[in-house]
């Protein structure tokens, strides 16, 4: 019995180039994956991978040649881009395909976000940025003449003019109490990473909590993880796919500062196996995989999207489609 929950395929840009990544969106949906989550990068996190193509492109296209949903994973409506300009890229993509686009949104790295060279603040100011960000979008999603004057940002009167039937849902990215609890109270849904089940289940309940003292109903929140992993033919080749390819899945600090796909590569000649423990599964083993992904279904999720870390995207979705999506449980 196919599980409830929607697996979906995770695009990495900073992979794989555009157009090839379509085709592996069609491979994905062809067996068994059910909806797109795109990265939005202006570099690769190490030169590689090779690639940071421009995630609204990517997103349009991917929506005109899939039948499911596409959504940023994420994108920070701050520093590059004024989150107006990101309420009109969301309400043109719902408009034009109702129903099947989400808004991911997150405060944002270096990596991406000092390109226009102004101030990076710390972690404080950047979560704070980001929701005031979603109070100008929620603004703009009501179709009305609307202007802002905050502590951040500044908009002058505008309006949306083309706008969908109804707005996307938004989705905030988090992976801490405090934003969780927020993001519940102003958001539609969150949007976190493979994590220990009892720090999941935290966020649940932060999230729960927000969603209470914001007048939302919990039951409607949703939950969606991006988990990544590392599958080969021999566990060999996935342990080798994981060092070269996804090296900052072994990292175990904090990145958002970091600036330069240089500076992360030198700092992955420091990453050992063994730093993957805990963070992203490495195995030939498909039954391994598929108790991995069965442990978040059963956490309640309503989606998750798979990375496998690998260039063998198409063997994997292969595999996946035929051995571990359809042996999974609701």
Not at 129 to 155: A, C, N
Not at 239 to 264: C, Y
Request: aromatic share 10%; charged share 25%; hydrophobic share 40%.
């Amino acid at each position: 019995m196919m599980a409830k929950v929607q697996i979906g395929y995770a695009a990495m840009l900073e992979q794989f180039h555009p157009t090839e990544l379509l085709d592996l969106c069609d491979v994905a949906e062809k067996n068994g994956f059910r909806g797109v989550m795109a990265a939005d990068h202006v570099q690769p996190w190490v030169p590689t991978q090779g690639q940071a193509a421009f995630v609204w492109a990517f997103m349009t296209a991917a929506l005109a040649r899939t039948g499911g949903d596409v959504g940023p994973g994420v994108t920070c409506p701050s520093f590059r881009q004024h989150p107006a300009i990101i309420a009109q890229a969301a309400a043109t993509l719902e408009a034009m395909y109702p129903g099947r686009f989400w808004l991911g949104l997150g405060s944002g790295e270096a990596l991406n976000e000092h390109v226009v060279g102004g101030y990076w603040p710390e972690v404080a100011e950047r979560i704070a940025r980001m929701f005031e960000s979603v109070e100008i979008i929620r603004k703009l999603f009501t179709g009305k003449d609307v202007k802002h004057s905050g502590e951040y940002y500044k908009m002058e009167t505008m309006r949306l003019w083309t706008m969908p039937e109804t707005p996307p849902p938004i989705l905030i990215a988090t992976a801490g109490p405090i934003t969780a609890k927020k993001t519940g109270r102003v958001a539609d849904g969150l949007i976190t990473v493979g994590a220990p089940e009892e720090k999941i289940e935290m966020i649940r309940a932060k999230c729960v909590e927000g969603c209470i003292e914001g007048g939302n109903d919990p039951d409607k929140f949703k939950y969606i993880l991006q988990l990544h992993l590392s599958w080969a033919e021999t566990d060999e080749d996935a342990l080798t796919n994981a060092m070269v390819e996804w090296p900052n899945g072994g990292m175990k600090f904090p990145k958002q500062d970091i600036r330069s796909p240089h500076d992360f590569a030198q700092m992955a000649k420091l990453v050992r196996p063994e730093d993957f423990q805990g963070r992203m599964l490495i195995s030939s083993d498909l039954e391994a995989h598929r108790r991995e992904i069965q442990k978040f279904v059963d956490l309640g999720f309503d989606r998750i999207y798979l990375h496998n870390v690998g260039r063998n995207q198409r063997e994997w979705a292969e595999a996946f489609g035929r051995e571990v999506l359809p042996a999974l449980r609701a």
